[in-house]
């Protein structure tokens, strides 16, 4: 065969398996640049760094979609649209002042990439296991943050009261603080993220959900819910960024201890 027909073949081999790479990506067929923004390190918020990092109005600046918490572990954070919302310990929703401060959140300038339609979940578990299918599609070592509006049968959100110093590592805090509220017939918005497994630690591995309700009266992190129908839009996520504490009780951290089982039990 002629050297030069030879060669082209090549390269068009070369483009087409370039193609069928790229179309499995969502972030490269749609020329996103958004990027995950996070505050301080799940590890450190676990063994009780609880102090402020970064005032809500800096937060805000990062990005319009995320979730977290607030100095001292004062209520659940759902950040959706722009707005910062408090899930109090009381069961309470606010929209917090651009003043208070963050130990602990993840926030992105949402993009929708993809979408999720006629999403029928039994509970929880069968909910992220769809999503687990879902995001196989285009790579489970990608972050995602899945923003999934519709009708709850019922759901079960906690959030947890306010700390005082000296703080306690959080699995004590849930287990003594944490404040479960269980509501029927809700309409409204889980705001979902992943993190895949070799950033365990920095943050947890698999999917964190806190819920806010269309009506903005209940709203918290997600502990279970039945019979949801809805529907779903997922932002691929490729660059990570975060801003680390800088008091003494974070530089002397003791990082050694695997906390892989203190995380799991508390979510």
Known sequence: MNKKIVFVLIIVCLLAVSAVSAQNSLF??????????????????????YDGVITVGDFKTH??????????????MIVLDGVVYQAAADGSINVMSDNETIPFATITTFDEDAKI????????????????????????NNMYVIKIKGDFSNITVRSVEKQEKPYKEFTDVASVDQKVFNHTDQTGTLVAVYFPEYMNELNMHGW???????????????????????????????????ILPTDDSFVNMNFTEDMTNKISSVE
């Open 208 to 242: 964190h959900l806190h819920f806010l309700s269309d009506d903005k009266t209940t709203g918290g992190h997600v502990l279970g819910f039945n019979d949801f129908s809805g529907s779903g839009q997922i932002d691929e996520i490729h660059e990570f960024n975060m």
């Open 63 to 76: 990005g319009d979609t995320g979730l977290g918490t607030f100095e001292g572990v004062n209520g659940e």
């Open 28 to 49: 490269l067929n749609n020329n996103n640049n958004d990027s995950m923004y996070q505050i301080s390190l799940m590890q450190a918020f676990m063994h009780g760094e």
């Open 117 to 140: 339609n006629n999403i029928a979940a039994k509970n929880f578990d069968d909910l992220t296991s769809q999503l687990d299918k879902e995001i196989e599609k285009y790579g489970v």
